[in-house]
């Protein structure tokens, strides 16, 4: 079966300082895969997705970028942190299915 | 992609019919209508989807109107545990990338 694994669970970083959350799944080759934020009381927001090794695509400018390395490996990153940059991070995948499938977040608190 | 709109909150008694409407009068014929859900800090959570049929899985309902303009998704047995934030997402979907624009959805709260 498929599952899907995003660390660190929890994060808390200063302003300024850089960022990488990881995503992997396990179970499914040449996956779609895609980073949302959700905000405090928000929506969630697509970040960036993926239909292949070293193959982004950005939905909304910020300072965040996001990298494939592998197949099953979605990276999101950060030179340098703000405080907006606070909030609910999920890595998600599809493959030809309707669905996607979620990870289980990483919260990040900028202070 | 099309709009959705949902109230922002609701209430039902546990054990009864959960119904959560939206509307989407801007849909085009090549639209899905989906519904996932999100219990607190957890991931969002598929429910079901539909094109212009009415669907029925083991999690819920969608009917979808003939006009295809509004959507209703029913829970027929709520529970405590179907407390959550319900997003209605209208979506073409591609061979490639499935992209899924959330709305802040409804939060229904199910009460003993």
């Known amino acids: 079966s498929q599952t899907i694994h995003q660390w660190p669970a929890t994060l808390v970083q200063p302003v300024g300082s850089p960022l990488s959350l990881e995503c992997t799944v396990e179970?499914?080759?040449?996956?779609?895969l895609y980073w949302y934020r959700q905000a405090a009381g928000r929506g969630l927001q697509l970040l960036f997705y993926?239909?292949?090794?070293?193959?982004i695509s950005s939905e909304v400018p910020q300072n965040l970028s996001a990298s494939r390395p592998q197949d099953r490996q979605f990276i999101l990153s950060s030179k340098k942190l703000l405080l907006s940059d606070s909030g609910f991070y999920l890595c998600?995948?599809?493959?030809?299915?309707?669905?996607?499938?979620f990870g289980p977040g990483t919260r990040l608190t900028v202070l | 992609d099309a709009k959705t709109t949902q109230p922002p909150s609701m209430d039902c008694a546990e054990g009864r019919a959960a119904n959560l409407p939206c509307n989407h009068s801007t849909i085009s014929g090549n639209e899905y209508v989906y519904w996932y859900r999100q219990i607190h800090s957890q991931g969002p959570q598929y429910i079901i989807h539909g094109l212009k049929n009415n669907e029925t899985n083991e999690m819920a309902s969608l009917i979808i109107t003939e006009d295809r303009k509004s959507s209703t998704l029913i829970l027929p047995h709520a529970t405590l545990r179907d407390t959550a934030v319900y997003y209605c997402i209208v979506r073409v979907v591609f061979t490639g990338a499935n992209n899924l624009f959330f709305g802040t959805g409804t939060r229904l709260t199910v009460i003993p």
């Open positions: 998600a995948w599809s493959s030809l299915s309707w669905e996607q499938f």
């Open positions: 993926s239909v292949g090794i070293g193959q």
């Open positions: 179970g499914t080759s040449n996956p779609n």
